[in-house]
Nanobody
Framework: QVQLQESGGGSVQAGGSLRLSCLAS???????MAWFRQSLGKEREGVAA???????TYADSVKGRFTCSKDNGANTLYLDMNSLKPEDTAMYYC????????????????????WGQGTQVTVSS
């Protein structure tokens, strides 16, 4: 496993932007990584993922607004969020899969075994 620390959350108005970062304690070059979110009373849902081959997957609700990227040299995963909506309000979590594991369902919670503590994003209307 790898330790993950998210940062960059905050409060913004609808239409605004935020950039989340996730710093890993070790190399993420050969790990698939993802962002999840969870709001009150709801299950944790996959938002965006980037696999070891560079392929990206996005939830339909964020396509065209969110961009997930990975800086292997800095052991950091990013989530650029634009055109934010009140329904994007949630705790956002970074996740990492096992080293060199092939992730078949990039937005499924079960594919990941390392999790950060989360960073809160609040979008007001």
């Amino acid at each position: 496993q790898v330790q993950l620390q998210e940062s960059g959350g905050g409060s913004v108005q609808a239409g605004g932007s935020l950039r989340l970062s996730c710093l890993a304690s070790g190399s993420i070059t050969m790990r698939s990584m993802a962002w999840f979110r969870q709001s009150l009373g709801k299950e944790r849902e996959g938002v965006a993922a980037v696999c070891t081959d560079g392929a990206r997957t996005y939830a339909d609700s964020v396509k065209g607004r969110f961009t997930c990227s990975k800086d292997n040299g800095a052991n950091t995963l990013y989530l650029d969020m634009n055109s934010l909506k009140p329904e994007d309000t949630a705790m956002y979590y970074c996740a990492a899969a096992e080293y060199m594991m092939i992730v078949r369902r990039p937005l499924a919670v079960e594919e990941y075994n390392s999790w950060g503590q989360g960073t809160q994003v609040t979008v007001s209307s």
